[in-house]
T-cell receptor, first 114, second 118 residues
Framework: DQQVKQNSPSLSVQEGRISILNCDYT??????FLWYKKYPAEGPTFLIS?????DKNEDGRFTVFLNKSAKHLSLHIVPSQPGDSAVYFC?????????????FGTGTKLQVIP | DTEVTQTPKHLVMGMTNKKSLKCEQH?????MYWYKQKAKKPPELMFV???????INESVPSRFSPECPNSSLLNLHLHALQPEDSALYLC?????????????????FGEGSRLTVL
């Protein structure tokens, strides 16, 4: 049972345009949502997060939107740059404590074309 | 210093071999994780250690044996693996209970150890 889903395995965008990556989830207990970026042969690196009580969080070129009623979130990258080409994982956390229980989506491979 | 260091980066082993993957962090994090990632799949949680105690074992076969000798080190001992265990093994750590990274659930990942079982 995939609790976090990214239905688009890949996305191509022209440099300078907007990239929109989508993510759906099923577990209402998730309290934080995160986006990670992964280059080949490297571990995932944290990009941006959003609390379940917010609907938007912005950090430079990256904005994450959360629609809790639809159990949907999206990552907007504006403007897109060739260096943004990577696999993007949506992730969600349930609860807190001494450790983080994080579930990852299947990933979307973004290609930004110069 | 925000690094999580994993060794070796690549490992090839036979099904009868015994080997270990190692992970080290010096960020003062008290939770450490092993994830397994196969091609075109998301990272899947295997084990979580919190304050050097095993907190989560996601029904991982006993041929994988984790060990947390101290708060900075995490090992994954491998024995009698199968070819389908070939994957990228990722180590991660997370912040203690204070700080923004702890609140958001941010994990700090190493570069991974690419394991091939022949």
């Amino acid at each position: 049972d995939q609790q976090v889903k990214q239905n688009s395995p890949s996305l191509s965008v022209q440099e300078g345009r907007i990239s929109i990556l989508n993510c759906d989830y099923t577990n209402s207990m998730f309290d934080y949502f995160l986006w990670y970026k992964k280059y080949p042969a490297e571990g995932p690196t944290f990009l941006i997060s959003i609390s379940s009580i917010k609907d938007k969080n912005e950090d430079g070129r990256f904005t994450v939107f959360l629609n809790k009623s639809a159990k949907h979130l999206s990552l907007h990258i504006v403007p897109s740059q060739p260096g943004d080409s990577a696999v993007y994982f949506c992730a969600a956390r349930a609860g807190s404590g001494g450790y983080q229980k994080v579930t990852f989506g299947t990933g979307t491979k973004l290609q930004v074309i110069p | 210093d925000t690094e999580v260091t994993q060794t070796p980066k690549h490992l090839v082993m036979g099904m009868t071999n015994k080997k270990s993957l190692k992970c080290e962090q010096h960020m003062g994090h008290r939770a450490m994780y092993w994830y397994k990632q196969k091609a075109k799949k998301p990272p899947e949680l295997m084990f979580v250690y919190s304050y050097e105690k095993l907190s989560i074992n996601e029904s991982v076969p006993s041929r994988f044996s984790p060990e947390c000798p101290n708060s900075s080190l995490l090992n994954l001992h491998l024995h009698a693996l199968q070819p389908e265990d070939s994957a990228l093994y990722l180590c991660a750590s997370s912040q203690r209970s204070l700080g923004l990274a702890a609140i958001t659930g941010e994990l700090f990942f190493g570069e991974g150890s690419r394991l091939t079982v022949l």
